[in-house]
């Protein structure tokens, strides 16, 4: 089982950074590829990026490639968005997630490989 809590959001200017984090309990985590993904209102939940159980590897949506940074210290139980040129079309509520049953070398960008989900942290970005 693995607990996620995300923190780091808030209300920022457009051209600005954040940082999100995501922290994780459970022995599980080291073992988990960790996504996060966002859903605005009215729209659907969708991927940003996700990182190996090592950091190896990473993925990232289009939209957010260039910009945002997914990374993870396993040894802090905690996985990253460093968001940075943020934009008001980046504006949504920012979920991470942990996936256990998949190969712990993929990055997959479908919400349903992944198992646990955090309860979310809103990033509103103003022009």
């Known amino acids: 089982q693995v607990q996620l809590v995300e923190s780091g959001g808030g209300l920022v200017q457009a051209g600005d950074s954040l940082r999100l984090s995501c922290a994780a309990s459970?022995?599980?985590?080291?073992?988990?590829?960790m996504g996060w993904f966002r859903q605005a209102p009215g729209k659907e939940r969708e991927f940003v990026a996700a990182?190996?159980?090592?950091?190896?590897?990473?993925d990232y949506a289009d939209s957010v490639k260039g910009r945002f940074t997914i990374s993870r210290d396993n040894a802090k139980n905690t996985v990253y968005l460093q968001m940075n040129s943020l934009k008001p079309e980046d504006t949504a509520v920012y979920y991470c997630?942990?996936?256990?049953?998949?190969?712990?070398?993929?990055?997959?960008?479908?919400?349903?490989?992944?198992?646990?989900w955090g309860q979310g942290t809103q990033v509103t970005v103003s022009s």
């Open positions: 997630a942990a996936a256990l049953r998949v190969d712990l070398l993929s990055t997959p960008r479908g919400s349903a490989a992944y198992d646990y």
């Open positions: 459970g022995r599980a985590f080291s073992r988990a590829v």
């Open positions: 990182i190996t159980w090592s950091g190896g590897i990473t």
